[in-house]
T-cell receptor, first 112, second 113 residues
Framework: GESVGLHLPTLSVQEGDNSIINCAYSNSASDYFIWYKQESGKGPQFIIDIRSNMDKRQGQRVTVLLNKTVKHLSLQIAATQPGDSAVYFCAENIRGAQKLVFGQGTRLTINP | DVKVTQSSRYLVKRTGEKVFLECVQDMDHENMFWYRQDPGLGLRLIYFSYDVKMKEKGDIPEGYSVSREKKERFSLILESASTNQTSMYLC????????????FGSGTRLTVV
């Protein structure tokens, strides 16, 4: 029989444009957030993190924004390149826990 | 280069077989985790361990067990493999607290036929 599963959210952007990937979290006790990138056939790799006492953090071509009021996290990638094609996961650390809770992931595809 | 190594990239096993997935980390991390990853379902935690010889159930432990006899090694065991255990399995490690995130292995794609 046919297998029915959830569709992975997908974002398509033109090469050179900026990408914004969003993530909602639900636990107000979350104190630390991470974005991971997973390329095809590989394990997730750390991109950038942010603590709950911050609302913005910048890395090389990436920026993470945290809005605790609406429990929302976003990853902005500047000047998107073909090598940015991947699935991006957000993860949250709930205070007192020693394990991360992962979002479902968003697939980013780059149009030439 | 610090890393988490999963012993196999691809495995094909028959229904009913006992399957061992091995994971080794060289970072002296206390915490180790096993996840399975399925399209559209994200990463689901199977088991984790905070120390040698201890284990905790994750969100989907049924049909799995684990072993951690040494700090650097965390094994996932499928006691009797079934077709619904066909998946990508990811191992990760971290040092407490989880404020530095996880380091993941490259994954093992298991197919049960």
């Amino acid at each position: 029989g046919e297998s029915v599963g959830l569709h992975l959210p997908t974002l398509s952007v033109q090469e050179g444009d900026n990408s914004i990937i969003n993530c909602a979290y639900s636990n107000s006790a979350s104190d630390y957030f991470i974005w991971y990138k997973q390329e095809s056939g590989k394990g997730p790799q750390f991109i950038i993190d942010i603590r709950s006492n911050m609302d913005k953090r910048q890395g090389q071509r990436v920026t993470v924004l945290l809005n605790k009021t609406v429990k929302h996290l976003s990853l902005q990638i500047a000047a998107t390149q073909p090598g940015d094609s991947a699935v991006y996961f957000c993860a949250e650390n709930i205070r007192g826990a020693q394990k991360l809770v992962f979002g479902q992931g968003t697939r980013l595809t780059i149009n030439p | 280069d610090v890393k988490v190594t999963q012993s196999s990239r691809y495995l094909v096993k028959r229904t009913g077989e006992k399957v061992f997935l091995e994971c080794v980390q060289d970072m002296d991390h206390e915490n180790m985790f096993w996840y399975r990853q399925d399209p559209g379902l994200g990463l689901r935690l199977i088991y984790f361990s905070y120390d040698v010889k201890m284990k905790e159930k994750g969100d989907i432990p049924e049909g799995y067990s684990v072993s951690r006899e040494k700090k650097e090694r965390f094994s996932l065991i499928l006691e009797s493999a079934s077709t619904n255990q066909t998946s990508m399995y990811l191992c990760a490690s971290s040092t407490p607290p989880s404020h530095y995130g996880y380091t993941f292995g490259s994954g093992t794609r298991l197919t049960v036929v």
